[in-house]
C-alpha cells in the first residue's frame, strides 16, 4: 500500500471516542452521497482521509470497488474506533499509575520508530487474498456450512432437554414446571452469553471464541448427562447455554466479514435457518430418544457428541475472518521473518480497559434499550415472538400428544410444519434479494434501514394469523392433526421473516453501535424465552388451547404496527437519535476533526474533549462547506 493509502489508514483509525463513532457511524445511513468528492491521487497526510476512496460511479467496476473501499474503511483502517466501542481504548490514552520498569542492563530507552505509520501492516489492495471477502467461492461454502453446523448444534440443543422434562421430573420427584427450567436456564445461558463472547470477537477474533465454546459446550452437555441430582442438571444446562451462545452471536460476524453486501443477506438467511430450525427439528428427535431403551441421558449425550464434532472440524479447518486479527498475524510472521521487531498491526496497539469493557457492554445496550424508541420497540416485538418459539415446546405437546394421543417421538414430527415455513420465508427472501439489490445500486451502494421494513409487516400479519389457526384447529380431536400442524407454515414463515430483517434494520440502522443494539435485543428476548415456557402448561389448562391461542394472535395483530410504524416515521426518529443519525454517509472529513481536536483537548487535561472539539472544527467546517458548496446534509 502506498503512502497516502497508509497515512489514511492512520487518520482512519486514530479515533476513539464515542462520538467518534457517532460521526464515523454517519458514513452509511443516509440515502444520498455528495456529488462533488474527487478523486485524489497524490493527497498528503494532512488531506481529509479516503477523500481519494469516495469518487462515485455506477459502473459495475467502480461500484464494486466503492464496496470494497467501503469494506475497507469500516472494517481496517477505524480498528480504534471500532475496539474503542467494545473492548477498550488505543495504547496512546490508556492511563497507568504504575511507573514505568528500567529497559535492564542499565539500558536506557530507545529512541521511538522513526516513522512508526512504515511499521503498520495493511492489507495489499482490495483485492488481497487474505481478507475473507476475496476467499474462493469454494472456501467460503465450506467454512459456512461448518458454522451453520455449528450454530444449529447450540440451537438443537436449547429445546431437545424439552422431550426430556416428565423423564427428568419423574426422577428427581419434582414438578414439571420445575423439570421445564432446564430449557429455560440454557435460554438464560443465550441472554448472558453475548456480553463475553462479542467483545472477545472483537478483541481476539473469531476463531478462538468459537473454539473455547464449542469445547466448553460440549463438556456441559456431557455433565448433564452423567448429572446426579436436579442441581447439577440445572446449573450445566445454564452454561451449556452461556457457552452455546458464542456461535449464535460470533457466526453471523463471519458471515459479514466474508460476504459483501450483495450475498451477505442471503447468507444471514440460511444462518438464521439454522438459529430457528434447531429448537424445532430436536423434540423430534428428542422424543424418540426418550422412549426407547436409551432413556432421557442420550438427548444430552447426543448434544455433547455434536459439539465434540464441530468442536474438531472447527479446529482443523476454520481460518480466522476478522481483518485486524488477519493483519496481527500477517505482522507476527513478517517479524519473523525480516527479524525487524518494530512491525505491528494497530490492533495490537489496543490495550483492554476492563472499567470501559463493563460500560459499554453492560451500561451502553441497556441505555439504548430504554432510550432508542426504536431499539425499545423492536425488541419488544421480537421478545414475544422469540418467547412463543420456546412456548410452542409446551403448546405442540399439549395439542398433538394430549389431545391426539401420539407418543413423543411421532409428536415431534408436527414441529416440521414451521420448519417448512422457515423455508418458505427463506425462498421468499431469496427472491425479493435482487429488487433489493437494485435499490442498493441506485443508491450508490448505500442502504437505507426503512427498506427492509416491508418484509417484517408480511411476516408479522402471517404469524397473527398462524396463533388464531393453530387456536381454533388445535382444541378438538375431531379436526385432523394435519390441520393445525399446516398452522405452522404461518408461524414458521412469521418467525424468520420478523427476525431476520428486524436484525438487518437495526444493524442498518445503528451501524457503529449495531453490536450494543443487537446486545440489547439479545438480553430481552432471551429473557423472554427462558420465561415463558415457565406458564405455558398453566395458561393451556386454565384457558384451553382454543382461547390460548386468541390471546396470543390478539397479542401478536397489535403489535404488527410497530414496524409500519418505523417505516413511515424511521428516518425522522432516527435524525432526534445520538447513535442512529441520518447524516451524510461521506462525512468523513468531520471524523477527521475530531480526532485531532479530539487529541489535542487530551493532552491539554480538557476531560473528554468533547466541547474542544466543536470549537476547534467549526472553522474548519464552515470553509469546507463553502468549498464544496455542499453543507452538512444531516437531517
Sequence with gaps: MDSTNRNTAAAGADTTAEGDAITSARQLSHEAPRTNTGFSSNSSSSDPPYRNSIGLSRTRSTQADLERRHTSISRIQTARTQHSGTVGRGAGYKECKKPLPNFGFEKAYPPPLPAKEEYVVEFDGPDDPLHAQNWPFKKKLYTAVMLGLTTLTAAFASSIFSAAIPSVSKQFEVGEVVGTLGVSLYVLGFATGPTLWAPLSELKGRRLPILISMFGFAIFQFAVAVAKDLQTVLICRFWGGFFGACPLSVVAAVFSDMFDNKTRGLAITVFSMTVFSGPLIAPFIGGFITESYLGWRWTEYISGIMGIACFILDLIWLEET????????????????????????????????????????????????????????????????????????????????GVHGMSPGVGGLPYFGMVIGQLFAGLYI????????????????????????????????????????????????????????????????????????????????????????????????????????????????????????????????????????????????????????????????????????????????????????EKSRSSERNARNVRSNTGDNAV
Aim: charged residues 15%; aromatic residues 16%; contains cysteine.
Design 430 to 613: 431469496f427472491l425479493i434479494q435482487p429488487a433489493y439489490n437494485r435499490k442498493l445500486d441506485a443508491n450508490n451502494g448505500v442502504p437505507i434501514p426503512e427498506w427492509r421494513l416491508p418484509t417484517v409487516i408480511v411476516g408479522g400479519a402471517a404469524f397473527a394469523i398462524g396463533l388464531f389457526f393453530f387456536g381454533w384447529t388445535g382444541y378438538t380431536k375431531s379436526i385432523h392433526w394435519i390441520v393445525p400442524t399446516l398452522s405452522g407454515l404461518f408461524t414458521g414463515f412469521g418467525l424468520l421473516t420478523i427476525f431476520l430483517q428486524s436484525f438487518n434494520y437495526l444493524i442498518d440502522a445503528y451501524l457503529m453501535f449495531a453490536a450494543s443494539a443487537i446486545a440489547a435485543n439479545t438480553f430481552l428476548r432471551s429473557l423472554a424465552g427462558a420465561g415463558f415456557p415457565l406458564f405455558a402448561r398453566q395458561m393451556f389448562s386454565a384457558l384451553g388451547v382454543n382461547w390460548t391461542g386468541t390471546l396470543l394472535g390478539c397479542v401478536a395483530t397489535v403489535l404488527v404496527p410497530i414496524p409500519a410504524v418505523f417505516w413511515y416515521y424511521g428516518e425522522r426518529i432516527r435524525a432526534r437519535s445520538a447513535y442512529a443519525p441520518t447524516a451524510d454517509p461521506f462525512n468523513v472529513s468531520d471524523s477527521h476533526d475530531n480526532d485531532e481536536a479530539q487529541g489535542e483537548a487530551d493532552s491539554q487535561g480538557e476531560g473528554t474533549g468533547l466541547e474542544a472539539v
Design 322 to 401: 476478522y481483518p485486524p486479527v488477519v493483519l496481527i498475524e500477517k505482522a507476527a510472521e513478517l517479524r519473523r521473518r525480516t527479524k525487524n521487531w518494530g512491525i505491528h498491526a494497530k490492533q495490537e496497539e489496543i490495550e483492554l480497559d476492563f472499567k470501559e469493557l463493563v460500560t459499554k457492554n453492560f451500561g451502553r445496550p441497556m441505555r439504548l434499550l430504554f432510550t432508542e424508541p426504536i431499539i425499545f420497540l423492536l425488541s419488544l416485538y421480537m421478545a414475544f415472538i422469540y418467547g412463543l418459539l420456546y412456548l410452542f415446546l409446551t403448546a405442540y405437546p399439549v395439542v398433538f400428544q
